[in-house]
């Protein structure tokens, strides 16, 4: 894993795919997979919701760290698998043979074989809605893997691919952060 | 357009596309292009962020409605060129030649040439990171158009079409909410 520019690192929550979130409590690692994810800023800063029925919840709440991994296309029978089963029973790294490496800023583990991670800090937490706002600290890439395709969920059992890239770089010129 | 399930309707918006967003202030329709939006709940309960900064956020605080549009990556400049213009200047239902629908529960309109539409009313608004929550309210598919693929922001002037679909729905079949 490189470093990733963290001005750029909002570019991969973006474009709303299914993501892999990992917790520490207490030298326990686990990961939960999420689809309801979103950008808040540019710095950047994500929001995500989840609920207290899922496990990684309050390692969320007490260690207010979590690590955003990317996962591509063609680990999505991997990602669902993890959305289907609990860390309460299962060390899903050892299940699903997926390699925790150290994090900088966050005791939170990268996941070895995903395209990016990125290290987040819990800031906030809206309990009424389930919704968790958190800052970036670190982004780091896999730039030798040949799959860079994410994927995204349609919510009823189906995913989408990342199909055709296109730009539109000349309208938004003016709308879009520096450096970027 | 024709009735959408509403229980089905959170599976435009959990694939992360691009959206645009009306509303009516005082009769006047505006149109905002958005890719900061989550799903919440399967209620369905949406969240977007926006800022005072955009024109549309000061009719959403007053309406407490919207509707949210779905287009399809044929439309992908017309939608990317109403991000890059304001409503305070420009009336967009006219500029980018759409088709204001009238609505059932809003008085925002919903948008003919979209492939979905669906009427949100505004139940909260966290402020501190502008975030709006949605109930929505009634959904409307259009579904005789040929090109139905949505699309997704990278958030560096690129976007991506969907590409291929595929299922896991076996794996996640005690995940689904009913009857989806």
Chains 1, 2 share one sequence.
């Not at 309990?127 to 994410?150: P, S, T």
Request: aromatic share 10%; glycine share 6%.
């Amino acid at each position: 894993m490189k470093p990733f520019p963290l001005n750029k690192a909002f570019t991969f929550l973006e474009p709303g795919p299914v993501v892999l979130v990992t917790t520490a409590d207490g030298g326990r690692y686990n990961i939960m997979t999420l689809s309801w994810t979103m950008v808040l800023d540019f710095s950047p800063r994500f929001a995500f919701m989840t609920g207290p029925w899922n496990y990684s919840c309050k390692a969320l709440l007490k260690t207010k760290e979590c690590v955003i991994a990317i996962p591509t296309v063609d680990m999505s029978k991997t990602v669902v698998s993890i959305g289907a089963c609990s860390g309460a029973e299962v060390n899903k790294f050892e299940k699903f043979h997926l390699t925790p490496l150290e994090a900088k800023c966050v005791d939170a583990p990268l996941i070895r074989e995903c395209y990016a991670n990125i290290e987040c800090r819990v800031i906030d937490y809206i309990k009424k809605h389930g919704i968790f706002v958190l800052d970036a600290m670190a982004a780091w890439i896999d730039e030798k893997r040949k799959e860079k395709r994410l994927f995204h969920a349609i919510g009823d059992g189906r995913f989408i691919a990342d199909g055709e890239k296109f730009s539109h770089r000349k309208i938004m010129r003016e709308k879009l952060p520096e450096g970027v």
